[in-house]
């Protein structure tokens, strides 16, 4: 299938400079998504009783409807719009919506703490799974600092104190399992559909909708927002449910992957922060410790970011 002639240059796919300038660009443009995924947990809690797919739809709607407008306003139809390769929809739709199915199908057969826990394997198996792409080379600085964030996140899940897992949530932990796969193969095989452009991201937002609506429809009963819970729902679809995919792609086309797959484990620690900030959790050692350890864990899996933009200034100077 051919490429839609409004593809931009930088969508083409070249692979970015170790530490270049437009490297780094993009793993700042993708570090965005995790910012916005830390108010992930704030806005769901302030959405009420709304069942889950049912608010997979909403949001995800939302963020279809949005780029929809963006394309009206960028002229040149519609239609070309969703011509995109079979496997890039594949990819797109299953991640999106694979992620999320399994999350729901994790929380309902295993426990919150364990099922999190399972899940947020996800950042260290996006640095691993990215020595498998093309011209990268996994360090021990990259593994070391996704342990040091796993560390930290089982420390923050966990409250400090020992978690036993159950054989008999085996369901719930697989599909938790699944969940970690599945974000993880999405993100790192992103990288090789680096052709098709950011934008296609739309139309995977708009599909995961339509298929949210139709598990709601099967799996749900029907409670919609009220008042206020419209404007929590409404900054989903734009932040966390809209926006930070569109960034996120950015970042795993043509950024640093191994930094943003280590940086992932920020995401659970800032949405701590941001409940605490917000009074609906309270602040204590054991946040202390963990933001210690991810932060540290970020910076060493960070390493050759810094490194690389070094010898690219000496190789200038």
């Given at each position: 299938m051919?490429?839609?002639?409004?593809?931009?240059?930088?969508d083409r796919g070249a692979r970015p400079t170790q530490g270049g300038p437009r490297a780094i660009r993009s793993t700042i443009i993708g570090g965005s998504a995790i910012l916005m995924w830390a108010t992930l947990a704030l806005l769901t809690t302030m959405t009420g009783?709304?069942?889950?797919?049912?608010?997979?739809?909403?949001?995800f709607g939302i963020a279809f409807a949005a780029t929809v407008c963006v394309w009206v306003i960028g002229g040149g139809g519609l239609a070309r719009r969703f011509r995109w390769p079979a496997r890039a929809w594949l990819l797109g739709v299953g991640g999106l919506f694979g992620y999320h199915a399994f999350y729901f199908m994790a929380l309902r057969n295993a426990p919150p703490a364990q099922a999190s826990l399972v899940n947020y394997l996800w950042p260290l198996l996006i640095v691993v799974f990215s020595s498998l792409l093309p011209g990268e080379r996994l360090r021990w600085w990259h593994v070391a600092g996704a342990l040091l964030g796993?560390?930290?996140?089982?420390?923050?899940?966990?409250?400090?104190?020992?978690?036993?897992f159950d054989v008999g949530h085996a369901a719930g932990y697989a599909a938790a399992l699944a969940c970690a796969f599945t974000w993880a193969g999405y993100s790192v095989l992103s990288r090789t559909l680096a052709s098709v452009p950011t934008a296609a991201v739309g139309a995977f937002c708009g599909a995961t909708a339509a298929?949210?609506?139709?598990?709601?429809?099967?799996?749900?009963?029907?409670?919609w927002p009220q008042r206020e819970q419209w404007?929590?729902?409404?900054?989903?679809?734009?932040?966390?449910?809209?926006?930070?995919f569109f960034a996120w792609d950015v970042g795993m086309k043509r950024g640093e992957i191994r930094v943003l797959g280590a940086c992932g484990y920020l995401t659970p620690?800032?949405?701590?922060?941001v409940l605490i900030a917000f009074w609906r959790a309270e602040a204590n050692w054991v946040l202390i410790g963990a933001a210690?350890?991810?932060?540290?864990?970020?910076?060493?899996?960070?390493?050759?970011?810094?490194?690389?933009?070094?010898?690219?200034?000496s190789q200038e100077a």
């Open positions: 051919t490429r839609p002639p409004d593809t931009a240059d930088d009783a709304v069942p889950p797919f049912l608010l997979v739809a909403l949001t796993l560390s930290g996140t089982v420390l923050l899940v966990t409250d400090g104190a020992r978690i036993a298929l949210a609506a139709v598990s709601h429809l099967a799996f749900e009963p029907t409670i404007l929590a729902v409404l900054a989903m679809g734009l932040g966390p449910v809209g926006a930070a620690l800032l949405s701590t922060a210690i350890l991810i932060t540290a864990g970020a910076l060493l899996a960070s390493h050759d970011l810094f490194l690389g933009r070094s010898r690219a200034e």
